[in-house]
């Protein structure tokens, strides 16, 4: 145990640059007296079937401070895996049982007993550090309620203040940019978000902004109102796209595909049709190359299929494309094995076997 002690407060001093491990060690003290308390209650009435009989009665009482029973309850403190908790037990299971049978009664916040003021590895609620020195803006309300204190609650930390949201300075009771003070005293502040327009204010209206954000401007007025990017003299987006303003902002969209150049979404908002469509009845429609009167697919057993903004030749039923002309489908049957036999025959009966193939020409 003195081994332990000794080795113990050496690893503290020589481990200042290790911050996180004095959290830690507060954490895992917190977990052994959590696990303390449950292993506890699990314990109460255990193995008595009601505690009503005379003999029941003395036998629990005598069990409740049993040594049988904080050792049932010393036995569920950490899980098996965990090396710092299993390590913290072993080290301090004499302050452990000490407590257990001379101090339970005095002190029945084990926690605070154990965590805090025997081992001292935690501090109370609001200090921080070795000597659980007070947070910054003080242990009552660390941070003035804007932030959290590093180390609060640990042997760790340096006591300084990372602001909540919207909140700055040591203490944080400043404003971030985009924030106003609703309220501020040496000690009290309230932050509370500016109008969406500034980027500094005094209130809540785009009329209390200091500075507008980018994509606003000020107004002769005083306030800060949208700036109009699309209605600028050269409009910021590509020529196959159309500019959407927004509030603080603008986007640039994709005209529709039946458009060259558009104003707007969909094909009657186009500056002129893409090819492969024209105008008609105020919107780009597609042409139906199929039905004009030149032949959109020249060539014998050729079809044409329109599609949107253009149109495809394929080869008709049974033909398929081979060296830009459509040639007959081989069947099926006329695999290389039955090719032999096939050559093998007269080219009368050869030509015989496939009657139907020649209704389709
Ligand atoms: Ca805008």
Redesign the pocket.
Same mark, same amino acid.
């Given at each position: 145990m003195q081994f332990f002690c000794k080795a113990g407060s050496l690893l503290l001093h020589s481990a200042h640059t290790n911050a996180k491990d004095l959290k830690e060690s507060c954490s895992t003290c917190r977990g052994i007296t959590d696990n303390f308390k449950k292993g506890f209650d699990k314990t109460t009435k255990k193995n008595f079937g009601g505690g009503n009989t005379a003999w029941e009665e003395r036998a629990l009482s005598k069990y409740e401070t049993s040594e049988i029973r904080l050792v049932e309850i010393l036995e569920g403190l950490c899980d098996s895996s965990n090396f710092e908790c299993n390590h913290m037990v072993e080290e301090h299971e004499e302050e452990l049982e000490t407590w257990w049978f001379k101090r339970k009664t005095k002190h029945p916040d084990l926690f605070k007993w154990f965590c805090i003021d025997t081992i001292k590895v935690c501090c109370p609620k609001g200090t921080f550090g070795p000597d659980c020195n007070g947070c910054v803006g003080g242990s009552e309300r660390p941070c003035h309620g804007n932030g959290a204190c590093d180390g609060d609650g640990t042997r760790g930390g340096h006591g300084r203040c990372s602001c909540n949201q919207g909140y700055q300075g040591e203490f944080c009771l400043d404003c971030v940019d985009g924030h106003f003070n609703v309220f501020k005293n040496d000690t009290f502040s309230v932050c509370a978000e500016c109008h969406a327009s500034c980027k500094t204010c005094t209130g809540s209206t785009n009329q209390d902004c200091g500075e507008c954000k980018p !994509?606003w401007a000020k107004s002769e007025g005083g306030a800060c109102n $949208?700036? $109009?990017?699309c209605s600028k003299e050269s409009p910021p987006c590509g020529e196959q796209q159309y500019c959407l303003?927004? $509030? !603080?902002?603008?986007s640039c969209q994709a005209c529709d595909k039946a458009c060259t150049g558009c104003k707007g979404a969909g094909p009657s908002n186009c500056l002129a049709c893409a090819e492969g469509f024209k105008e008609d009845e105020g919107a780009c429609t597609d042409i139906n190359e199929c039905e004009q009167p030149d032949e959109a697919c020249p060539g014998e057993h050729r079809e044409c299929v329109n599609i949107k903004g253009s149109h495809r030749c394929i080869c008709s039923s049974k033909f398929e494309e081979k060296d830009g002309v459509c040639v007959q489908t081989e069947e099926p049957a006329a695999s290389e094995e039955s090719q032999e036999v096939l050559d093998s025959e007269p080219p009368e009966a050869a030509e015989q076997k496939y009657p139907e193939g020649h209704e389709d020409l």
């Open positions: !994509g $949208d700036v $109009d990017e303003n927004t $509030d !603080g902002s603008y």
